[in-house]
Protein backbone atom coordinates (compact mmCIF):
# COMPACT_ATOMS: atom_id res chain seq x y z
CA UNK A 1 0.00 0.00 0.00
CA UNK A 2 2.80 2.57 0.77
CA UNK A 3 4.15 2.05 -2.91
CA UNK A 4 1.33 3.87 -3.95
CA UNK A 5 2.03 6.61 -1.59
CA UNK A 6 5.25 6.94 -2.06
CA UNK A 7 5.07 6.02 -6.20
CA UNK A 8 7.64 7.24 -8.58
CA UNK A 9 6.11 10.61 -9.43
CA UNK A 10 5.94 11.57 -6.27
CA UNK A 11 9.53 11.11 -5.51
CA UNK A 12 10.17 12.59 -8.88
CA UNK A 13 8.13 15.96 -7.78
CA UNK A 14 10.38 15.61 -4.06
CA UNK A 15 13.48 15.39 -5.82
CA UNK A 16 13.00 18.38 -8.07
CA UNK A 17 11.79 21.25 -6.07
CA UNK A 18 12.11 24.85 -7.27
CA UNK A 19 11.84 28.14 -6.10
CA UNK A 20 13.93 27.25 -3.03
CA UNK A 21 15.21 29.47 -0.61
CA UNK A 22 13.70 33.06 0.30
CA UNK A 23 12.51 36.00 -1.16
CA UNK A 24 14.62 39.66 -0.37
CA UNK A 25 11.34 41.40 0.11
CA UNK A 26 8.57 39.23 0.31
CA UNK A 27 4.80 41.33 1.20
CA UNK A 28 4.17 37.81 3.28
CA UNK A 29 5.80 35.34 5.07
CA UNK A 30 4.55 32.21 6.74
CA UNK A 31 5.37 29.11 7.90
CA UNK A 32 3.52 25.79 9.25
CA UNK A 33 4.27 22.72 11.08
CA UNK A 34 3.32 19.60 11.27
CA UNK A 35 3.38 18.07 15.04
CA UNK A 36 2.92 14.26 13.72
CA UNK A 37 5.86 14.13 11.86
CA UNK A 38 8.22 17.26 12.18
CA UNK A 39 7.88 18.64 9.05
CA UNK A 40 8.31 22.56 8.57
CA UNK A 41 7.92 25.25 6.00
CA UNK A 42 8.37 28.85 5.47
CA UNK A 43 7.29 30.78 2.42
CA UNK A 44 7.50 34.10 1.10
CA UNK A 45 5.30 35.62 -1.79
CA UNK A 46 4.75 39.14 -3.49
CA UNK A 47 1.72 39.94 -4.95
CA UNK A 48 0.80 42.27 -7.23
CA UNK A 49 -3.17 43.49 -9.16
CA UNK A 50 -4.22 40.47 -7.44
CA UNK A 51 -2.01 37.85 -8.25
CA UNK A 52 1.24 36.09 -6.76
CA UNK A 53 4.18 37.51 -8.76
CA UNK A 54 7.03 35.83 -6.57
CA UNK A 55 7.33 32.87 -4.45
CA UNK A 56 10.08 30.93 -2.34
CA UNK A 57 10.36 28.64 0.24
CA UNK A 58 12.22 26.68 2.72
CA UNK A 59 11.21 23.65 3.50
CA UNK A 60 12.57 20.36 5.45
CA UNK A 61 9.48 17.66 4.87
CA UNK A 62 8.71 14.04 3.63
CA UNK A 63 8.89 13.40 0.17
CA UNK A 64 5.49 14.11 0.29
CA UNK A 65 5.63 17.31 1.73
CA UNK A 66 8.25 18.16 -0.45
CA UNK A 67 5.68 16.75 -3.75
CA UNK A 68 2.70 19.20 -2.31
CA UNK A 69 5.31 21.97 -2.11
CA UNK A 70 7.00 21.15 -5.68
CA UNK A 71 3.28 21.54 -6.68
CA UNK A 72 2.67 24.55 -4.83
CA UNK A 73 5.86 26.40 -6.44
CA UNK A 74 5.46 24.84 -10.09
CA UNK A 75 1.60 26.91 -10.01
CA UNK A 76 1.93 29.15 -7.90
CA UNK A 77 3.25 32.42 -9.54
CA UNK A 78 -0.04 33.94 -11.51
CA UNK A 79 -2.72 32.62 -8.80
CA UNK A 80 -5.17 34.70 -7.21
CA UNK A 81 -5.57 34.77 -3.54
CA UNK A 82 -8.78 32.73 -4.11
CA UNK A 83 -7.50 30.57 -7.02
CA UNK A 84 -5.08 29.36 -4.32
CA UNK A 85 -7.71 29.03 -1.33
CA UNK A 86 -9.75 26.73 -3.61
CA UNK A 87 -6.79 24.98 -4.87
CA UNK A 88 -6.07 24.22 -0.91
CA UNK A 89 -9.47 23.63 0.38
CA UNK A 90 -9.99 20.76 -3.36
CA UNK A 91 -6.70 19.23 -1.58
CA UNK A 92 -8.35 19.21 1.76
CA UNK A 93 -11.44 17.73 0.50
CA UNK A 94 -9.66 14.91 -1.84
CA UNK A 95 -7.53 13.95 1.25
CA UNK A 96 -9.87 14.33 4.21
CA UNK A 97 -13.44 13.75 2.59
CA UNK A 98 -12.80 11.76 -0.42
CA UNK A 99 -13.60 14.25 -2.92
CA UNK A 100 -12.20 14.34 -6.43
CA UNK A 101 -8.71 15.60 -7.12
CA UNK A 102 -8.49 19.20 -8.14
CA UNK A 103 -8.55 20.21 -11.74
CA UNK A 104 -7.07 22.68 -13.82
CA UNK A 105 -3.27 23.71 -13.12
CA UNK A 106 -3.60 21.79 -9.91
CA UNK A 107 -4.26 18.64 -11.35
CA UNK A 108 -1.29 17.42 -10.23
CA UNK A 109 -2.30 17.15 -6.65
CA UNK A 110 -4.16 13.96 -7.78
CA UNK A 111 -0.99 12.04 -7.17
CA UNK A 112 -0.93 12.64 -3.57
CA UNK A 113 -4.90 11.21 -3.78
CA UNK A 114 -3.55 7.52 -2.15
CA UNK A 115 -2.13 9.86 0.91
CA UNK A 116 -6.04 9.66 1.87
CA UNK A 117 -5.75 6.66 3.64
CA UNK A 118 -2.85 7.72 5.52
CA UNK A 119 -3.95 10.26 8.08
CA UNK A 120 -0.89 10.74 9.71
CA UNK A 121 0.38 12.06 6.77
CA UNK A 122 -1.87 14.82 5.74
CA UNK A 123 -0.59 17.61 8.22
CA UNK A 124 2.58 17.04 5.82
CA UNK A 125 0.69 17.09 2.34
CA UNK A 126 -1.22 20.08 3.39
CA UNK A 127 1.85 22.34 4.89
CA UNK A 128 2.64 24.61 1.90
CA UNK A 129 -0.86 24.74 1.01
CA UNK A 130 -1.36 25.73 4.59
CA UNK A 131 1.45 28.25 4.79
CA UNK A 132 0.83 30.18 1.50
CA UNK A 133 -2.77 30.66 2.67
CA UNK A 134 -1.43 32.24 6.30
CA UNK A 135 0.60 34.48 4.41
CA UNK A 136 -1.95 35.55 1.78
CA UNK A 137 -4.14 36.12 5.03
CA UNK A 138 -1.12 38.47 5.92
CA UNK A 139 -0.52 40.58 3.00
CA UNK A 140 -4.18 41.44 3.26
CA UNK A 141 -4.19 42.30 6.27
CA UNK A 142 -1.23 44.68 5.71
CA UNK A 143 -3.00 46.22 2.65
CA UNK A 144 -5.96 46.97 4.42
CA UNK A 145 -4.02 48.48 7.18
Same mark, same amino acid.
Given at each position: ? &? !???? %?? =?????? #? %? ?9 ? !??? *????? =? &? ?5 ? +? /? ?8 ? /?????? =? ?5 ? *?????? *?? %? +? ?17 ? $??? %? ?9 ? &?????? +?? !?????? #??? $???? !??? +??? &? ?9
Amino acid at each position: M &L !DQVY %NA =KILELA #G %NIPRLGRLERP !DAT *ASAYS =K &LCGSTIT +V /DLALRDGKVT /DYAHEL =KACALGQ *ASASIM *AR %N +VIGSTPQELREARAALRRM $LKE %NGPPPEGKWAD &LAVLEP +VR !DYKARH #GST $LLAF !DAV +VEA &LAQAEAEKAV
